[in-house]
């Protein structure tokens, strides 16, 4: 895997996966906010711990905080480093997310793809978490989300 330097944050290195640092720079995410993130987790505040050094911290974003920011899955060792591994906004589904809405509103997935103009096999990867929803779909969802599938028929 590729990876480049951020920073130092005290006495920790900071190291984003490239495909992180391409999120992070669409997002307009601040080298501060992760240098934050990882001094959080530092001091023993990460809001999961995943196991084997494997963490999920809130990363804020700008002008809005850490509640309406972005998630971010890192890979920590105490006092050493921090590698952002994976990123993603807060409030867009992930893939079990998408499959309970789905088995919940009691529709195959061909049924599902048709209802939010997608293919079969885009449904598919976002339910195993391969993509993430975006644009139109991902307005429909947050509505399923909220309202129920009804609110799309």
Request: aromatic share 8%.
């Amino acid at each position: 895997m590729d990876y480049i330097s951020l920073n130092y944050s005290g006495a920790v290195a900071i190291y984003e996966l490239k495909t992180f640092a391409r999120f992070a720079r669409g997002e307009k995410i601040a080298d501060e906010n992760l240098s934050d993130a990882v001094e959080r987790a530092r001091r023993g505040l990460e809001d999961a711990d995943l196991g084997g050094g494997l963490i999920n911290q809130r990363v804020a974003r700008k002008g809005a905080g850490r509640g309406g920011g972005y998630r971010a899955r890192i890979a920590v060792r105490a006092g050493e480093f921090g590698v952002f591994l994976f990123g993603f906004a807060k409030n867009a589904p992930t893939g079990p997310d998408i499959r309970s809405l789905r088995e919940r509103a009691k529709l195959s997935q061909a049924v599902f793809a048709r209802r939010l103009n997608l293919s079969v096999g885009h449904v598919s990867k976002l339910e195993r978490g391969a993509k993430r929803p975006t644009g139109p779909a991902l307005v429909l969802l947050n509505i399923i989300r909220r309202k129920g599938i009804e609110a799309i028929l």
